[in-house]
């Protein structure tokens, strides 16, 4: 029995093809790249957020270093796992 896609992502096309990429370098499906970037997102490890007492004061870019966000403007790919 198959199990139900439970959770959707919505990719650029550059990001589809970065985790492609990644996933054939580690000989895993691609779904389970995405998967993984989802559960990191949702919880990340101790120290890895900008609001990580562990780095002190809050990390955030200045407005220069800051990159137009295009992923949501215009997606690409759907991956379902």
């Known amino acids: 029995m198959l199990a139900r896609p ?7 096309e550059e990001l589809w093809r970065s985790l492609s990429h990644r996933a054939r370098e580690l000989g895993v499906p691609l779904e389970l ?3 993984g970037l989802v559960c990191d997102t949702i919880h990340p490890e101790p120290g890895d957020d900008a609001l990580s007492p562990a780095r002190g004061r809050p990390q955030f870019a200045s407005p220069r270093q800051r990159r137009v966000r295009t992923e949501s403007h215009s997606p690409m790919r759907t991956v379902r796992h």
């Open 6 to 12: 439970q959770v959707e992502i919505v990719l650029s």
């Open 33 to 35: 790249v995405a998967a």
